[in-house]
C-alpha cells in the first residue's frame, strides 16, 4: 500500500501508523495484547472490551492501554 | 476470645495485613513475600502497557487475581478526575469495584489531597465503586470521608514509604473511637513493631509495602509483618494492663522465710 495511503495514530504517547479501516481489535491483535489482562481507552472514553471489532480507527486518534502493575 | 471477622464492603478477609505489590526486585520475589505474609488482598497500580516490549512479564502472571484479591489504587493521582479515569480503567479490565483511592497534594513527602480526596470518594462512591480511603490522620477529615460513602479509612502513620511508624498515636485512637467502618493504617510502617502497635491502638489492619520490599530479607520480613499483626490484634482484644509507674511484684511474700 502507498504510505500516503497511511493513518497516524497515537498508541501509549507512541506515534504509529495503520492502514484504513483498521478497527481497534486489529490493532489489539497486532500489538499481542492480551485482552483479559488490559483496558483501552479512545480519545480518552474507555471503550467496552467487546465491542473493539466494531471500533473504527481514525487519523489523529489517541489510544491508551492500561494493564496492572506493582504499586503500594 | 473470638475476633470478629475482618470486613470490608460486606467481604469476608482472612488476613488483616493488605500488602503493596511495588518496589520488588522480581515478581517472583513480590508473589513469593505475598504469599508468606499470608495477605488476601494485594494493592496495584493502573499504568501503560510497554507495547514496543510485547513479551514483558505482567503482575497478573505471577499473582492471580483469582486467588487474591486485587485492589487498585490510584497512585500518581493529583486530583478527583484522574483517580476517577484511573479507576474506572481498573475497573475494565476486570471487573473491579473496591478501590484504594490515593490522591496526593505534594510530590514531596506525598501527602494526601484531602480536599480532591473527599470530592473524588463522593463522586466515586455515585459511580458504584466502594472506596477504601488514603487520608490524613485528621479525625474530621475522616468522618467527612465516612459521609461520603467510604468503605474504610486509611490514614497513614507517617509519609509513604517514609518507615517512621505511627507520629501520631493518639489522632488514630480518636478515629478508631469515632467509627465502626474497617480502619487501616496504610503507609509509614517500618519495621515489624510499627504494625503491631497500629493493631494494639485497635486498627482493623494494616497496609504495608516499603517496609517488607526494600527490606534485606523481603521474604522474612513478609512473615515478620504477618506475626505482628496477628499479635497486635491479639494483644488489643486480651485487654492490656493499666500502665503504673510503681512497681508491682509478681511473686507473693506469703510463706517468705
Known amino acids: 500500500m502507498n504510505i500516503k495511503n497511511k493513518i497516524k495514530i497515537i498508541v501509549n504517547g507512541k506515534q504509529m501508523q495503520i492502514t484504513p479501516k483498521f478497527s481497534l481489535k486489529s490493532l489489539i491483535i497486532k500489538l499481542k495484547m492480551p485482552l483479559n489482562k488490559i483496558a483501552i481507552e479512545l480519545n480518552k472514553e474507555i471503550i467496552d472490551k467487546r465491542k473493539i471489532s466494531k471500533t473504527q480507527l481514525k487519523k489523529g486518534d489517541k489510544i491508551e492501554i492500561v494493564h496492572f502493575i506493582g504499586g503500594g | 476470645m473470638i475476633d470478629k471477622k475482618f470486613k470490608i464492603a460486606n467481604k469476608i478477609f482472612k488476613s488483616r495485613l493488605i500488602v503493596g505489590t511495588g518496589k520488588y526486585k522480581s515478581f517472583s520475589e513480590c508473589a513469593k513475600a505475598i504469599k508468606t505474609s499470608g495477605a488476601d488482598i494485594v494493592t496495584v497500580a493502573v499504568r501503560r502497557v510497554n507495547i514496543s516490549n510485547k513479551n514483558k512479564a505482567r503482575l497478573m502472571d505471577y499473582i492471580d487475581p483469582k486467588k487474591i484479591t486485587y485492589l487498585p489504587n490510584t497512585a500518581g ?142 521474604i522474612q520480613m513478609a512473615e515478620a509483618m504477618k506475626l505482628a499483626v496477628i499479635s497486635g490484634r491479639k494483644s488489643y482484644l486480651s485487654g492490656r494492663i493499666n500502665p503504673n509507674l510503681f512497681g508491682s511484684a509478681s511473686t507473693t511474700n506469703k510463706g517468705i522465710i
Request: aromatic letters at 4%; charged letters at 25%.
Open chain 2, 77 to 218: 493521582c493529583f486530583t478527583a478526575e484522574d483517580a476517577i479515569r484511573t479507576l474506572r480503567l481498573a475497573r475494565e479490565i476486570g471487573g473491579w469495584k473496591l478501590v484504594k483511592l490515593e490522591v496526593l497534594g505534594d510530590k514531596k513527602n506525598l501527602f494526601p489531597e484531602m480536599i480532591e480526596t473527599l470530592r473524588s470518594t463522593e463522586l466515586l462512591t455515585k459511580e458504584g465503586f466502594k472506596v477504601m480511603v488514603y487520608c490524613n490522620d485528621d479525625p474530621l477529615m475522616a468522618k467527612r470521608l465516612e459521609n461520603a460513602g467510604a468503605v474504610a479509612i486509611m490514614p497513614l502513620a507517617a509519609p509513604i514509604g517514609s518507615g517512621l511508624g505511627i507520629q501520631n498515636k493518639v489522632n488514630i485512637k480518636i478515629i478508631r473511637k469515632q467509627t465502626k467502618l474497617p480502619l487501616i493504617i496504610d503507609a509509614g510502617i517500618g519495621q515489624a513493631s510499627d504494625a503491631s502497635i497500629a493493631m494494639e491502638l485497635g486498627c482493623d489492619g494494616v497496609l504495608i509495602n516499603t517496609a517488607i520490599a526494600k527490606a534485606k530479607n523481603p
